[in-house]
């Protein structure tokens, strides 16, 4: 009976909102089409029709004003499709002709988010008006946008920061990758710059002294990422483990001794390294000397091989206390109860390492890790201030890289050195898809992401 009952309820109900729908799609819809028609004619036209007039002369004065700069719209989109027709001081410059078209695409597609707000709300205030409600006043309408759409209003600021002083940039970049924009022929205004498509993109794999180059420096860059990371991860673990066993006395002041290169500015850390290690004059190989231990200056940064060593052991004295420090606070959080269960258990100092205190400090540190892997893969301050990218002779001169070049400083050197911008880009993009793609796979895989994608 019960049963029965319920089951009466839920069709009693299924045909209730069934009612309602048809109410709802039963009201005419003259108003609302001929409003949203009316705004897509015409920017404001839809809400004068509502006699929504503050809304109305809001939206056509936007329509006014882009139309009113059609010359430099028109312009600027004509100058990002063909980068000039005119070479010369006075004529036509290539890259101001390509900022300013996409200047000029950015405020269109500003444009085109308002055209689009434009005819919603001349829709959704017609259909108020099809269904017999009251229009609301610009002063309840203010309120009720204030309300409802106070995180966007307080975003846009920053949308529009980041469109001009992030995004323009970033297209930028990327379109001179498909460009010539090179010396000595193409670097305005005394020659036009043209599009070339993906010819960079062949080339750098194709022609022997790019694709040399890069596949050099790229596997020399991944392996130095690698390394790096690796090396500073175990030693700020292992350093975070010594701290904090039950024999060591003064916690404190071990992590404040060993926070100190890092708390040093790098650049300046990096100056002094360049100087101890320099092959004839160091005083590192002066002290080797008078003690007897070699006879000959170590080549620390003439020899490739012993070059790379030497900013591996840099790398690890300026990175190892950021993890030192990570993991430390993460030790101290791990409750002290689980050690003493693993105690009764009879779990070894090795078992405890393996099972508890690694697989909490891996979940609270593997975002960061992958973070560390980006950092050490476009680690440019430690490759230009301790070496230049040198020593040089290993690849082709007119690429201009070093043996101990990775892939952002050989960018560097393309751009300042050898003004080769349209490889330069793209390499920069290589290193975006690269440096994205993995960071992204990894940080999707991690526990702490799945966990919060299940929040």
Avoid: C
């Amino acid at each position: 009976m019960l049963h029965i009952v319920e089951r009466e309820g839920i069709v009693m109900k299924l045909e209730e909102n069934k009612n309602i729908g048809l109410q709802e799609t039963s009201f005419p819809s003259k108003h609302r089409r001929r409003a949203g028609i009316l705004s897509t004619l015409l920017m404001g036209l839809g809400q004068f029709y509502n006699k929504d007039w503050i809304k109305g002369i809001f939206y056509l004065l936007i329509e006014v004003v882009v139309i009113a700069n059609y010359a430099y719209f028109r312009h600027g989109l004509w100058g990002i499709i063909t980068l000039g027709e005119v070479p010369g001081a006075h004529n036509d410059h290539s890259i101001v002709l390509m900022i300013k078209g996409i200047i000029a695409i950015l405020i269109l597609l500003i444009a085109l988010v308002i055209y689009i707000l434009n005819i919603r709300d001349a829709w959704s205030t017609g259909k108020l008006r099809d269904q017999n409600q009251e229009v609301p006043s610009f002063r309840k309408y203010i309120d009720e946008l204030w309300e409802k759409s106070f995180p966007y209003l307080m975003l846009s600021p920053a949308v529009l920061g980041i469109m001009f002083f992030i995004l323009l940039p970033i297209l930028f970049g990327v379109f001179i990758a498909f460009t010539n924009y090179s010396m000595p022929n193409y670097i305005p205004p005394k020659n036009l710059v043209n599009w070339v498509g993906f010819t960079n993109f062949i080339n750098i794999f194709k022609m022997p002294m790019w694709g040399d180059t890069f596949f050099g420096i790229a596997a020399w860059n991944l392996i130095f990422a690698i390394t790096a990371t690796t090396l500073n991860f175990f030693g700020g673990l292992l350093i975070a483990i010594l701290i904090n066993s039950k024999y060591v006395r003064f916690k404190r002041f071990w992590r404040t001794f060993y926070m100190l290169p890092y708390a040093v500015p790098a650049l300046i850390s990096q100056l002094i390294f360049r100087n101890i290690f320099n092959g004839q004059f160091g005083p590192l190989n002066i002290a080797l000397k008078n003690w007897g231990i070699i006879q000959n200056n170590i080549p620390w940064f003439s020899h490739p091989t012993v070059a790379k060593i030497t900013i591996l052991m840099v790398n690890v004295w300026l990175g190892f206390p950021y993890f030192m420090i990570l993991m430390t606070g993460t030790m101290t959080s791990i409750s002290k109860e689980i050690y003493e269960a693993s105690d009764i258990d009879g779990a070894s100092s090795r078992q405890k390492f393996s099972s508890i205190t690694l697989p909490m400090v891996l979940y609270s540190t593997a975002p960061l890790l992958i973070m560390s892997f980006a950092h050490n893969f476009n680690n440019f301050g430690l490759i230009y201030f301790l070496t230049d990218g040198g020593p040089t002779g290993k690849y082709p001169a007119g690429s201009g890289a070093g043996a101990t070049d990775i892939l952002i400083s050989w960018v560097y050197k393309l751009t300042l050195n050898n003004q080769q911008y349209h490889m330069a880009s793209v390499v920069s993009i290589i290193i975006f898809i690269v440096i994205g793609s993995i960071a992204a796979y990894n940080f999707t895989r991690t526990r702490s992401f799945k966990e919060d994608k299940m929040l």
